[in-house]
T-cell receptor, first 116, second 112 residues
């Protein structure tokens, strides 16, 4: 069974640029959630996708957007990057049999984004 | 605004039982409470999940009172390798969309 994978592992961008982060969910999972974790802080929920539809969203501006594909992999897009967007971006997948937002989530290793 | 709070840090010795409590004052009625362990520069690792009363697995127990406004993670006999940050995760009600909130995190330091 393949776990959650994310790419790239590290990324450096400059302020104002756009970035796309990718996540492959664990085999058999149909729900993907994205989190932002600043250094020394807990993860902050960005949004969740269940069967290609947004199933929940945290307090992030519209320049944070996402997609889920028919194979349940997902992308996180961030436009107009700001210095405060520097963080570890975590993806988690879950089975979502009932579409509950709190179904058990399994996390990937994260993508470290640095904005200069 | 929903708050999910935990003690900032706890110290323990190898072999002791450790209990970490999370207070969640605005938890959604139908959602689970989940606990995770996180080591530096890694994604959180699932420990245990429950809805009410008590749940036990091979590594931990989870105690949830009837009002579900708090939960307690119990690690029965900690070892040095249990030194990590522990988070609770809950769903919260209110607003136009579902939200997930991690607790503030508890740094557990286990000493020999």
């Amino acid at each position: 069974e393949t776990g959650v994978t994310q790419s790239p592992t590290h990324l450096i961008k400059t302020r104002g640029q756009q970035v796309t982060l990718r996540c492959s969910s664990q085999s058999g999972h149909n729900t993907v959630s994205w989190y932002q974790q600043a250094l020394g802080q807990g993860p902050q929920f960005i949004f969740q996708y269940y069967r290609e539809e947004e199933n929940g969203r945290g307090n992030f501006p519209p320049r944070f957007s996402g997609l889920q594909f028919p194979n349940y992999s997902s992308e996180l897009n961030v436009n107009a990057l700001e210095l405060d967007d520097s963080a570890l971006y975590l993806c988690a997948s879950s089975g979502g049999l009932a579409g509950s937002i709190t179904d058990t989530q399994y996390f990937g290793p994260g993508t470290r984004l640095t904005v200069l | 605004l929903a708050k999910t709070t935990q003690p900032i840090s706890m110290d323990s010795y190898e072999g002791q039982e450790v209990n970490i409590t999370c207070s969640h004052n605005n938890i959604a009625t139908n959602d689970y409470i989940t606990w995770y362990q996180q080591f530096p520069s890694q994604g959180p690792r699932f420990i245990i999940q429950g809805y009410k009363t008590k749940v036990t697995n091979e590594v931990a127990s989870l105690f949830i009172p009837a009002d579900r406004k708090s939960s307690t993670l119990s690690l029965p006999r900690v070892s040095l390798s249990d030194t990590a940050v522990y988070y609770c995760l809950v769903g919260v009600e209110g607003g136009a969309t579902n939200k997930l909130i991690f607790g503030t995190g508890t740094l557990l330091a286990v000493q020999p």
